[in-house]
């Protein structure tokens, strides 16, 4: 790669580049990007697609999946490092359980009388939810050495689901869960306290 190119290209990721007469005379490995999956739930795709934005404008290579897919892959890890949970629509047993089984499936799929949707992702029915076994599948993914991030609502599905051992969260401005010493633990501490807003169902 030309000098000029290498400085540009770690001018825009805001790293200092510096060069040398040769390679490092160390033991070396290869090392390749983490494979990283956003994973949407059929019930609320709107603000988990602003993730998706931000990693789109960052040119950020991903896989897109949904609540189904994982409930149907038993071992994560052999696709996924990094699986990105963005908020989704409902509270965490909406995404357990997904929407009521009432009447037919509801596809959504692209076909002659729908192009435009289903192109990104489809399935043959939105109702069936992550389900028991796609609990299971995040817990062995994790315990693997997966990383799952999460935010707001699909944080606390992961603490209700046990998917964040020694984490929990109180309602925001709550002090009595709060004690001197639980607001001094150290990184290496068996319990982190993490105050959050939560929001009335």
């Known amino acids: 790669m030309p000098a000029a190119d290498l400085a ?13 007469d040769a390679a490092p005379s160390v033991k070396a490995h290869p090392l390749r990007a983490a494979r990283i999956a956003m994973m949407h739930t059929w019930t609320g795709t709107q603000t988990e ?20 897919d994982v409930a149907a892959t038993a071992d994560l890890k052999a696709k996924y490092d990094v699986i990105l949970f963005a908020p989704a629509g409902g ?4 995404i ?15 076909t002659a009388e729908t192009p435009n949707i289903g192109v990104l992702d489809s399935t043959d029915d939105i109702r069936p939810g992550l389900g028991w076994q ?3 599948h995040l817990q062995q ?27 929990r969260a109180i309602p925001e401005g ?8 639980s607001t001094h633990r150290g990184a290496g501490d068996p319990e982190r306290v993490l105050p959050t807003r939560v929001a009335a169902s």
């Open 8 to 20: 540009a290209a770690a001018k825009d990721l805001g790293l200092a580049a510096y060069a040398l």
């Open 49 to 68: 697609g602003w993730w998706r934005e931000a990693l789109d404008f960052l040119h950020i290579p991903y896989s897109y999946i949904n609540v189904q």
């Open 91 to 94: 509270n965490p047993q909406t």
């Open 96 to 110: 357990v359980s997904g929407l009521p089984m009432w009447r037919n499936p509801m596809p959504w799929k692209r």
């Open 134 to 136: 796609g609990i299971e």
């Open 141 to 167: 993914f994790v315990a693997a050495g997966g990383v799952l991030v999460t935010a707001m609502n699909t944080a606390s599905f992961a603490m209700q689901y046990g998917l964040t051992d020694g984490v």
């Open 174 to 181: 709550d002090t009595r869960g709060f004690s001197r010493s």
